[in-house]
């Protein structure tokens, strides 16, 4: 669904840390690393608002062809 575009390859390469991450904490248990919990905290927040920034980006860039088109 992306057409060869590069807008969801950074939250691929996101997702796929997150998941050793949670593999590694699931396996070894992480009990005192607070900063590290914190910052993948964020990290979902940051991909909340790189999805809705590459989304206002399509739309403006939609809205533009449609207008050189007419």
Not at 3 to 19: E, G, M, N, S, Y
Not at 31 to 59: K, P, S
């Amino acid at each position: 669904m992306s057409r060869r575009r590069w807008f969801p390859v950074p939250l691929f390469f996101i997702q796929a840390a997150l998941v050793c991450y949670y593999c590694y904490v699931t396996v070894f248990g992480l009990h005192n690393w607070f900063w590290i919990a914190a910052f993948v905290n964020r990290l979902f927040d940051l991909e909340l608002l790189y999805v809705a920034g590459c989304a206002i980006y399509r739309i403006r860039a939609m809205k533009s062809r449609r207008n050189r088109i007419s």
